[in-house]
């Protein structure tokens, strides 16, 4: 990553943080975050990113150190989950999941040029609900 999109990606990072109302739950909060930091991926560039990491390997290994921000990320949100061992975990956790759908939404949208980013978004995170509650009977078996 380089250094003028680490800083865009902060800056971005930052009025995410500052923009979400503080009435939000955590999960609101990490959606409301991801959806900002997705919204501003979506664009030609990045498709074109994602189809030459797609072909080379060396590309692929690049794209990876996003991995990086995930310290960035976890600051971000330690200052809403507060202090103490728990809420350290939670805003490791909330980091670590940022990156991981944010990651998933951008992939979804690179296959999906049709597709607008809110849309996925909201596709993204109906499977994120899926997923995180113990009766999935559609997704069991496959």
């Known amino acids: ?26 999960s609101e909060l990490l959606k409301y975050t991801v959806q900002e930091l997705s919204r501003e991926a979506a664009n030609p560039r990045t498709r074109k990113i994602m189809e030459v990491a797609a072909k080379y390997p ?17 600051a971000a949100f330690a ?5 103490g061992n728990k809420a350290r975990i939670a805003a490791n956790l909330l980091a670590g999941l940022t990156l991981v759908i944010q990651g998933a939404i951008v992939h979804a949208w690179c296959e999906n040029p049709a597709q607008s980013i809110d849309g996925i978004n909201e596709q993204v995170f109906a499977m994120v609900k899926t997923l995180t509650c113990e009766a999935a009977p559609t997704l069991r078996g496959r």
């Open 1 to 26: 990553m380089s250094q003028r999109t680490a800083v865009k990606f902060e800056t971005v990072l930052a009025e995410a943080m500052k923009t979400c109302p503080s009435t939000y739950s955590l």
């Open 79 to 83: 200052l809403r989950c507060g202090k």
């Open 58 to 74: 060396a590309a692929r290994e690049a794209l990876s150190r996003i991995a990086g921000e995930q310290e960035t990320i976890a």
